[in-house]
């Protein structure tokens, strides 16, 4: 392997001006990276690719890159960009078991973080670089948020997750305290009553968008967030009917086919998927089929209803009367995308949401409560995990701020 990493390493035309800089959110100093790899410097190629970004090991194996760094390399061009996704993980890879520094020096001040999915992981790491005294608050039984309960085990092994734990938060000092939800025995208020000087909410977006349609309720309907937390404890059978053709609905697919299904497929209502190239490929290559311009009507208890719609260029559906057609299937999977729980807010004082239930919080984290901060999908909805990490960054440097006294919090 580290052959071929040095192959696509040598690809790289050192460009005068980056432009897979441009296209990498978080802004990955790829050129330098590659230059420290291929003058036999992995370490310091390493340390530049953690610092940058905590979660290094885990956006190489599930990012965009696509459309993200190695769509913007000049070589993408002629088809054939530097893999940089490759290489990326290959460093990171190498250099995480390295990593064995303990606590920074304390400097006496506690952190709540409310979540443990990408932005709350971000936030914990920085600021216990900073010596701050960080506890994470995960309402389930392991840290990770979509991480871990979102996305398949072929797509991110866990042992990822679990070798980043050992290496960012335990040998970090940071504490976790699993199954506890923030708003339920605890509240934002018991953590300032206790302390803390500033805290931070990433409880990202778990509550299933539904379809409000006839039949939702039914027994072989789910959800594709409820299947993704742990697909062993669903009986699918052989059909299965996904409705939305996201990257959720890419790993519902693609999971169930590995789980026993036969027959799967994803019906959107547009004449494309959403999904991302690379998804949708492997989910084709792997069997998953497709309908377009197909709107759900009503669910059955043996498969589902779809009618035929049509697009104007205004965007606009139009349905086409007496196309309505029964697909059958044992299973139905709906996966149109997931929106915020409420509990943190129906308990805690001064916070506000907009009309989705997201969190309110400016470009820089801070909320209508002052010590209060956020980011991530809680405050934007469902986005990528770089998305994410990049600006949880800023964010973090915010509340340092704030905590030093250098900046105020709203």
Same mark, same amino acid.
């Given at each position: 392997?580290?052959?071929?990493?040095?192959?696509?390493?040598?690809?790289?035309?050192?460009?005068?001006?980056?432009?897979?800089?441009?296209?990498?959110?978080?802004?990955?100093?790829?050129?330098?990276?590659?230059?420290?790899?291929?003058?036999?410097?992995?370490?310091?190629?390493?340390?530049?690719?953690?610092?940058?970004?905590?979660?290094?090991?885990i956006c190489s194996l599930i990012?965009?890159?696509?459309?993200?760094?190695?769509?913007?390399?000049?070589?993408?061009?002629?088809?054939?960009?530097?893999?940089?996704?490759?290489?990326?993980?290959?460093?990171?890879?190498?250099?995480?078991?390295?990593?064995?520094?303990?606590?920074?020096?304390?400097?006496?001040?506690?952190?709540?973080?409310?979540?443990?999915?990408?932005?709350?992981?971000?936030?914990?790491?920085?600021?216990?670089?900073?010596?701050?005294?960080?506890?994470?608050?995960?309402?389930?039984?392991?840290?990770?948020?979509?991480?871990?309960?979102?996305i398949p085990e072929f797509r991110?092994?866990?042992?990822?997750?679990?070798?980043?734990?050992?290496?960012?938060?335990?040998?970090?000092?940071?504490?976790?305290?699993p199954n506890i939800r923030i708003?339920?025995?605890?509240?934002?208020?018991?953590?300032?009553?206790?302390?803390?000087?500033?805290?931070?909410?990433?409880?990202?977006?778990?509550?299933?968008?539904?379809?409000?349609?006839?039949?939702?309720?039914?027994?072989?309907?789910?959800?594709?967030?409820?299947?993704?937390?742990?697909?062993?404890?669903?009986?699918?059978?052989?059909?299965? #009917?996904?409705?939305?053709?996201?990257?959720?609905?890419? %790993?519902?697919?693609?999971? =169930? /086919?590995?789980? *026993?299904? @036969?027959? !799967?497929?994803?019906?959107?209502?547009?004449?494309?998927?959403?999904?991302?190239?690379?998804?949708?490929?492997?989910?084709?290559?792997?069997?998953?089929?497709?309908?377009?311009?197909?709107?759900?009507?009503?669910?059955?208890?043996?498969?589902?209803?779809?009618?035929?719609?049509?697009?104007?260029?205004?965007?606009?559906?139009?349905? #086409?009367?007496?196309?309505?057609?029964?697909?059958?299937? %044992?299973?139905?999977?709906? =996966? /149109?995308?997931? *929106?915020? @729980?409420? !509990?943190?807010?129906?308990?805690?004082?001064?916070?506000?949401?907009?009309?989705?239930?997201?969190?309110?919080?400016?470009?820089?984290?801070?909320?209508?409560?002052?010590?209060?901060?956020?980011?991530?999908?809680?405050?934007?909805?469902?986005?990528?995990?770089?998305?994410?990490?990049?600006?949880?960054?800023?964010?973090?440097?915010?509340?340092?701020?704030?905590?030093?006294?250098?900046?105020?919090?709203?």
């Open positions: 392997m580290a052959l071929h990493i040095l192959d696509e390493a040598n690809r790289c035309l050192e460009c005068k001006k980056p432009t897979c800089i441009n296209g990498c959110p978080i802004g990955t100093p790829i050129p330098e990276v590659i230059r420290l790899l291929k003058d036999n410097r992995l370490d310091e190629a390493g340390k530049i690719l953690f610092f940058n970004n905590p979660l290094t090991t990012c965009n890159h696509e459309k993200q760094c190695e769509g913007h390399c000049v070589l993408a061009k002629k088809g054939n960009p530097v893999h940089f996704s490759a290489i990326e993980s290959y460093i990171s890879g190498a250099y995480a078991p390295k990593m064995v520094k303990g606590p920074a020096e304390p400097n006496g001040m506690r952190v709540a973080i409310v979540g443990s999915g990408p932005a709350g992981l971000t936030i914990a790491i920085i600021l216990a670089r900073y010596g701050y005294q960080v506890t994470i608050f995960e309402g389930k039984d392991k840290i990770g948020g979509v991480l871990r309960y979102g991110l092994p866990k042992s990822v997750l679990d070798d980043l734990q050992h290496r960012h938060i335990e040998l970090k000092g940071i504490k976790i305290r708003g339920d025995a605890i509240g934002i208020d018991d953590l300032f009553r206790d302390g803390y000087k500033a805290v931070f909410i990433g409880t990202g977006v778990w509550r299933a968008n539904t379809l409000h349609i006839k039949g939702e309720t039914l027994g072989n309907v789910h959800f594709a967030i409820n299947y993704l937390t742990n697909p062993d404890v669903y009986k699918l059978g052989e059909r299965v #009917i996904i409705i939305g053709a996201g990257n959720a609905a890419m %790993d519902v697919a693609r999971t =169930a /086919i590995r789980n *026993g299904s @036969r027959e !799967v497929t994803c019906f959107s209502i547009d004449d494309c998927v959403a999904a991302s190239d690379y998804e949708f490929k492997y989910a084709k290559l792997e069997g998953v089929r497709f309908e377009y311009n197909h709107k759900p009507i009503e669910i059955l208890d043996n498969g589902v209803v779809f009618r035929k719609v049509t697009r104007d260029e205004n965007g606009n559906y139009a349905e #086409i009367e007496g196309s309505d057609t029964f697909y059958p299937s %044992d299973s139905v999977m709906i =996966a /149109i995308s997931q *929106g915020p @729980r409420n !509990v943190i807010v129906s308990s805690t004082t001064g916070l506000e949401v907009n009309e989705r239930g997201l969190l309110r919080a400016d470009e820089f984290g801070n909320t209508s409560r002052r010590g209060v901060f956020a980011s991530g999908d809680v405050v934007n909805g469902a986005r990528t995990v770089v998305e994410a990490v990049a600006h949880s960054k800023i964010v973090a440097e915010t509340m340092h701020q704030y905590m030093q006294g250098t900046k105020e919090n709203s």
